[in-house]
């Protein structure tokens, strides 16, 4: 089992940053993969962001590339989000989630079994 607590979103105009933090409590979170996902208003919970147990492996969506970085410090039980150079439409509740080691990443809900609450992210224009 796993808990995990969402921290750092907020408003900041296009082009800035943010720094989200995922903080996880349990039992062996470095045995977890872990991804960010987004839910935009209307839409679909969508795929951000992914790093391996390790944190040897990344993945990110196209939307995002170049432009959010995902990292995980295993000693505090945490992993990161910075996104920079934000557009209005990277506005979203952005969750983080952990994911049993299927041996590869993995972008879909249903292969993360335990979530965060989220955290709001506005970026205006």
């Known amino acids: 089992q796993v808990q995990l607590v969402e921290s750092g979103g907020g408003l900041v105009q296009a082009g800035g940053s943010l720094r989200l933090s995922c903080a996880a409590s349990?039992?062996?979170?470095?045995?977890?993969?872990m991804g960010w996902f987004r839910q935009a208003p209307g839409k679909e919970r969508e795929f951000v962001a992914a790093?391996?147990?390790?944190?040897?492996?990344?993945y990110y969506a196209d939307s995002v590339k170049g432009r959010f970085t995902i990292s995980r410090d295993n000693a505090k039980n945490t992993v990161y989000l910075q996104m920079n150079s934000l557009k209005p439409e990277d506005t979203a509740v952005y969750y983080c989630a952990a994911s049993r080691d299927y041996g590869s990443l993995r972008v879909l809900e249903y292969e993360y079994a335990y979530w965060g609450q989220g955290t709001q992210v506005t970026v205006l224009s």
């Open positions: 790093i391996r147990w390790s944190g040897g492996s990344l």
């Open positions: 349990g039992r062996s979170f470095s045995s977890y993969d």
